[in-house]
């Protein structure tokens, strides 16, 4: 298939994703509905193969009946220029084996949600008589919101008609094929158990047990050679985790889980407390002892051994011979069992190689102690006693002190205890911690969802990295904050609560806001908010009463002092804009009686006054009020 082309009259071709073993890949356009799907057909040398085709053709259009949010659903099947293709949901996303080599290590609680949803998927193809057949991280995907789905159901059938001997076909999926599938036999859904053992194996380990220069090579290991244990690469993986993989995973299918359902409710307890002490999981021994067949017993066997003569001269001279022997052997165990050797540096070696060492030197192991170092690695001998190079008998006992290790430290549960609590704890005692943030409507804001390395484990906080997922708090679409003007504190406050929001107030005096209601809100009416954010509004006190003002004026009669032939007036005023000690109000002369009003300002409730002063003689002074 080439960019651009339109398949089926409608499929319009985009890019290519990738080409495998079975298929190429393309990305491409529905152009009826108007969305990206991806488009699988068969290889050009493989759509020729009537056989292939045909149980193409039937299982495609079998998982296309298979809906599940963990399945690359199939949406459509078809031939365009002789090339069978079939039309699937396009996943943006990585495959599982790029996401393994992208997020490894994966926490331990992360590998069981993603294993659960693999097991959810497989379980309900199981129930509708589909087996895989080709399970294997390159066929599942990761998407970008992290759910797993898991794809090639339509292939896997006429990939397993496929000779083990092809390598370029096969060598990626020989990997995680079971023992029976290997041999040659019909895989059943048993045969995908022990896959998704194998799947689950990579995934704590970042490797597949069994490899080789070969695809012949690695089969003969599936189901030749026990399987690995996950431990020794990473003795933190629980030890009820492993068993899950050793179970998965026995030769015998009969030994295995015998569905998804079984496999995926064992899983999902692992990390439990209650598990932390389980023995790890063994098969029966699935070897057969070969019938070994007795040879008959020789009736004449039984006879009596003819006599042997013995001459009196030969007698004598073995018995001399064992004689001086004798003597040389005493003398040299004499000789050995004073000789004193230097006692060797056996300091860091294994007990092994420090025995090895010791009786190299005819010395042998005393007593054996044992104590945490920080400098020793755990099994290694820290230092022996007598001392390095001290002169002893040969035949002596050398005492040990063998390293335990660094002293470990047992887990608690730390799920919904707050993160910060413990984050702290750990940290001053050695622990390098982690910190990935998960939305939760179980578990508050702040507090500890999952930890990664499960309560009861005993580590060594220096040599041990904990990752916690916290919680978020539960996920809240945003919400417009309503316009609040003219609302009471109480009606803010009932919708504030209604909301999830966290309210304050403040008060504040308005002349244009009646008393008690809402002035001003923050953030302002429009914005978007989610539960928990908080949301302030401003209570009007009415008028400020500081700020209050009474008018008034007051009519006078000013008279002439008719000795003269006119008079200076000057007229204080004691009001909020005058100051009755400071300069006049008015200042003018009159040559008769004056009437004149006199205006004054004051706060609410308080007086005024004024005083009139004629040629600088004070001749009227009154307080005055409204």
């Given at each position: 298939?080439?960019?651009?082309?339109l398949?089926?009259?409608?499929y319009k071709?985009?890019s290519?994703?990738?080409?495998?073993?079975?298929?190429?890949?393309?990305?491409?356009e529905d152009?009826?509905?108007?969305?990206?799907?991806?488009?699988?057909?068969?290889?050009?040398?493989?759509?020729?193969?009537s056989?292939?085709?045909e149980?193409?053709?039937?299982?495609?259009?079998?998982?296309?009946?298979?809906s599940?949010?963990?399945i690359?659903?199939?949406?459509d099947?078809?031939?365009d220029?002789?090339?069978?293709f079939?039309?699937?949901?396009?996943?943006?996303?990585?495959?599982?084996?790029?996401?393994?080599?992208?997020?490894?290590?994966?926490?331990y609680?992360r590998?069981i949600?993603?294993?659960?949803?693999?097991?959810?998927?497989v379980?309900?193809?199981h129930?509708h008589?589909i087996?895989?057949r080709?399970?294997?991280?390159?066929?599942?995907?990761?998407?970008?919101?992290?759910?797993?789905?898991v794809?090639?159901?339509?292939?896997?059938?006429?990939?397993s008609e496929?000779?083990?001997?092809?390598?370029?076909?096969?060598?990626?999926?020989?990997?995680?094929m079971?023992?029976?599938?290997?041999r040659?036999?019909?895989a059943?859904t048993?045969?995908?158990?022990?896959s998704?053992?194998?799947?689950?194996y990579?995934?704590?380990?970042?490797?597949?047990?069994?490899?080789?220069d070969?695809s012949?090579?690695?089969?003969?290991?599936?189901?030749?050679?026990?399987?690995?244990f996950?431990?020794?690469?990473?003795?933190?993986?629980?030890?009820a985790?492993e068993?899950?993989?050793?179970?998965?995973?026995?030769?015998?299918?009969?030994?295995?889980?015998?569905?998804?359902?079984e496999?995926?409710?064992?899983?999902?307890?692992?990390?439990?407390?209650?598990?932390a002490?389980?023995?790890?999981?063994?098969?029966?021994?699935?070897?057969?002892?070969?019938t070994?067949?007795?040879?008959p017993?020789?009736?004449?066997?039984?006879?009596?051994?003819?006599?042997?003569?013995?001459?009196?001269?030969?007698?004598?001279?073995?018995?001399?011979?064992?004689?001086?022997?004798l003597?040389?052997?005493?003398?040299?165990?004499w000789?050995?069992?004073?000789q004193?050797?230097?006692v060797?540096?056996?300091?860091?070696?294994?007990?092994?190689?420090?025995?090895?060492v010791?009786?190299?030197?005819?010395?042998?192991?005393?007593?054996?102690?044992?104590v945490?170092s920080?400098?020793?690695?755990?099994?290694?001998i820290?230092?022996?006693?007598?001392?390095?190079?001290?002169?002893?008998?040969?035949?002596s006992?050398?005492d040990?002190?063998?390293?335990?290790?660094?002293?470990?430290?047992?887990?608690?549960d730390?799920?919904?205890k707050?993160?910060?609590?413990?984050?702290?704890?750990?940290?001053?005692?050695?622990?390098?911690?982690?910190?990935?943030s998960?939305?939760s409507?179980?578990?508050p804001?702040?507090?500890?969802?999952?930890q990664?390395?499960?309560?009861?484990?005993?580590?060594v906080?220096?040599?041990?990295?904990?990752?916690?997922?916290?919680?978020?708090g539960e996920?809240d679409?945003?919400?417009?904050?309503?316009?609040?003007s003219?609302?009471?504190l109480?009606?803010?406050q009932?919708?504030?609560?209604?909301?999830g929001?966290?309210?304050?107030?403040?008060?504040?005096?308005?002349?244009?806001?009646?008393?008690?209601?809402?002035?001003?809100q923050?953030?302002?009416?429009?914005a978007y908010?989610?539960?928990?954010?908080?949301?302030?509004?401003?209570?009007?006190?009415?008028?400020?009463?500081?700020?209050?003002?009474?008018?008034f004026?007051?009519?006078?009669q000013?008279?002439?002092?008719s000795s003269?032939?006119?008079?200076?007036?000057?007229?204080?005023?004691?009001?909020?804009?005058?100051?009755?000690?400071?300069?006049?109000?008015?200042?003018?002369?009159?040559?008769?009686?004056?009437n004149?009003?006199?205006?004054?300002k004051?706060k609410?409730?308080?007086?005024?006054?004024?005083?009139v002063?004629?040629?600088?003689?004070?001749?009227?002074?009154?307080?005055?009020?409204?």
């Amino acid at each position: 298939m080439q960019v651009g082309q339109l398949v089926a009259d409608r499929y319009k071709i985009i890019s290519v994703i990738g080409e495998g073993g079975m298929a190429n890949v393309y990305l491409a356009e529905d152009t009826f509905l108007h969305r990206e799907v991806a488009i699988k057909a068969l290889r050009m040398d493989l759509r020729n193969d009537s056989s292939i085709l045909e149980r193409f053709k039937r299982e495609a259009i079998s998982t296309s009946e298979l809906s599940h949010p963990n399945i690359v659903n199939v949406l459509d099947v078809g031939v365009d220029q002789g090339t069978q293709f079939m039309v699937i949901e396009y996943i943006k996303g990585k495959t599982l084996k790029t996401y393994i080599r992208d997020n490894f290590p994966i926490p331990y609680q992360r590998v069981i949600d993603m294993m659960e949803q693999i097991l959810s998927a497989v379980k309900i193809a199981h129930e509708h008589n589909i087996v895989h057949r080709d399970l294997k991280p390159e066929n599942i995907m990761v998407d970008h919101y992290g759910r797993v789905k898991v794809s090639d159901f339509g292939i896997a059938l006429a990939l397993s008609e496929q000779p083990i001997t092809q390598t370029n076909t096969t060598l990626g999926s020989v990997y995680y094929m079971s023992p029976e599938q290997t041999r040659g036999k019909k895989a059943t859904t048993k045969s995908d158990i022990y896959s998704l053992g194998i799947i689950l194996y990579e995934m704590l380990t970042k490797n597949v047990p069994f490899t080789g220069d070969s695809s012949v090579a690695i089969a003969l290991k599936h189901f030749r050679t026990p399987m690995p244990f996950a431990r020794d690469v990473d003795p933190r993986i629980p030890q009820a985790l492993e068993n899950v993989i050793l179970k998965a995973t026995a030769k015998d299918p009969n030994q295995r889980y015998q569905t998804a359902d079984e496999m995926a409710k064992d899983l999902k307890t692992t990390l439990l407390s209650t598990r932390a002490g389980e023995q790890r999981f063994v098969p029966l021994d699935e070897s057969l002892e070969e019938t070994k067949v007795m040879e008959p017993i020789n009736s004449k066997a039984s006879d009596k051994p003819k006599k042997k003569k013995w001459w009196t001269k030969k007698k004598i001279a073995i018995a001399s011979i064992i004689g001086i022997l004798l003597i040389i052997i005493l003398g040299a165990v004499w000789t050995d069992s004073n000789q004193k050797v230097n006692v060797p540096d056996v300091s860091d070696l294994t007990r092994t190689q420090a025995e090895d060492v010791l009786e190299s030197k005819g010395l042998k192991v005393g007593d054996i102690y044992k104590v945490y170092s920080n400098s020793v690695k755990e099994g290694h001998i820290i230092k022996s006693q007598p001392e390095i190079n001290s002169k002893v008998k040969k035949g002596s006992q050398v005492d040990l002190q063998i390293s335990r290790g660094q002293k470990k430290y047992q887990l608690e549960d730390y799920t919904e205890k707050k993160y910060s609590t413990i984050s702290s704890d750990l940290s001053k005692k050695g622990f390098t911690i982690k910190k990935t943030s998960e939305y939760s409507s179980s578990v508050p804001k702040g507090y500890i969802i999952s930890q990664s390395v499960p309560a009861g484990e005993k580590v060594v906080p220096n040599n041990t990295t904990i990752e916690f997922e916290v919680s978020k708090g539960e996920k809240d679409k945003k919400i417009a904050v309503r316009d609040l003007s003219q609302y009471t504190l109480k009606s803010a406050q009932d919708y504030a609560n209604e909301q999830g929001f966290v309210l304050s107030s403040s008060e504040e005096y308005s002349d244009t806001v009646a008393q008690g209601l809402v002035i001003s809100q923050n953030p302002a009416a429009g914005a978007y908010l989610i539960k928990g954010d908080k949301l302030s509004v401003v209570i009007s006190k009415g008028k400020d009463p500081a700020k209050q003002f009474d008018t008034f004026t007051k009519n006078i009669q000013i008279p002439f002092d008719s000795s003269k032939d006119q008079n200076e007036i000057q007229i204080f005023i004691g009001d909020v804009d005058h100051d009755i000690e400071g300069a006049p109000a008015q200042t003018f002369t009159i040559t008769s009686n004056k009437n004149v009003e006199l205006s004054f300002k004051v706060k609410t409730g308080q007086t005024g006054n004024y005083l009139v002063k004629r040629d600088g003689q004070v001749i009227m002074n009154e307080v005055v009020k409204k």
